[in-house]
């Protein structure tokens, strides 16, 4: 298995629904952080996860509503969002806190129509 | 607040060439540390090397090397002997020690022809 996995690969919502965003870490990392990253911008931290606390957000819209039930798995729920939010959404993973060495998942292709 | 610039949005080489890839920050923080990410094309991003802010030896990775000039907040990165498999988005981003706010640059994507 790879180390950090993203289910799913490619998700298209309408602006009303409800769904959710995996990320699992087979690493043994204590830290999962989510990343937007849209076309022609810099990549953008959303959450961050130490020891399954949230330690960072990122000035996040409400309709993101990141979960983290355990060190191994993370989630990004996802209601009501908007068009600008069609992005690919990274999950990465890290076993030390302020290092900045991140393991990422391939992403989760999201478009909203 | 820190920032990542990436002055270069695209870039090619020749295979077998030598590419630098240019990249300037700004930090308030004397603790933290610098990377080059790659993002080949429909695959994960990997870390490709890292420097320690308070080491003056820049960091080497086989084909892959830096040149960290701490005061003018330069972190290029260069690669030697290009491949094919070297084509890829590559982001320059830091990270103050002790916090977990990873910033990137913009990306530069790299051409490597054959």
């Known amino acids: 298995e790879t180390g950090v996995t993203q289910t799913p690969r490619h998700l298209v919502m309408g602006m009303t629904n409800k769904k959710s965003l995996k990320c699992e870490q087979h690493?043994?990392?204590?830290?999962m952080y989510w990343y937007k990253q849209s076309a022609k911008k810099p990549l953008e931290l959303m959450f961050v996860?130490?020891?399954?606390?949230?330690?960072e957000n990122n000035s996040v819209p409400s309709r993101f509503s990141p979960e983290c039930p355990n060190s191994s798995h993370l989630f990004l729920h996802l209601h009501t969002l908007q068009p600008e939010d069609s992005a690919l959404y990274l999950c990465?993973?890290?076993?030390?806190f302020g290092t900045g060495e991140l393991f990422f998942g391939e992403g989760s292709r999201l478009t909203v129509l | 607040a820190q920032t990542v610039t990436q002055s270069q949005p695209e870039m090619s080489v020749q295979e077998a060439e030598t590419v630098t890839l240019s990249c300037t920050y700004d930090?308030?923080?004397?603790?933290?540390?610098l990377f080059w990410y790659k993002q080949p094309p429909s695959r994960q991003m990997i870390l490709v090397i890292r420097?320690?802010?308070?080491?003056?030896q820049n960091a080497t990775e086989n084909r892959f090397s830096v040149n960290f000039q701490k005061a003018a907040k330069s972190f290029s990165l260069k690669i030697s002997d290009s491949q094919l498999g070297d084509a890829a988005m590559y982001f320059c981003?830091?990270?103050?020690?002790?916090?977990?706010?990873?910033?990137f640059g913009a990306g530069t994507r790299l051409a490597v022809h054959p």
């Open positions: 930090t308030s923080e004397s603790d933290y540390y």
């Open positions: 690493l043994g990392h204590n830290a």
């Open positions: 996860y130490n020891f399954k606390e949230q330690t």
């Open positions: 990465a993973s890290s076993q030390d």
């Open positions: 420097q320690e802010a308070y080491k003056q």
């Open positions: 981003a830091c990270v103050s020690g002790g916090y977990n706010k990873l910033i």
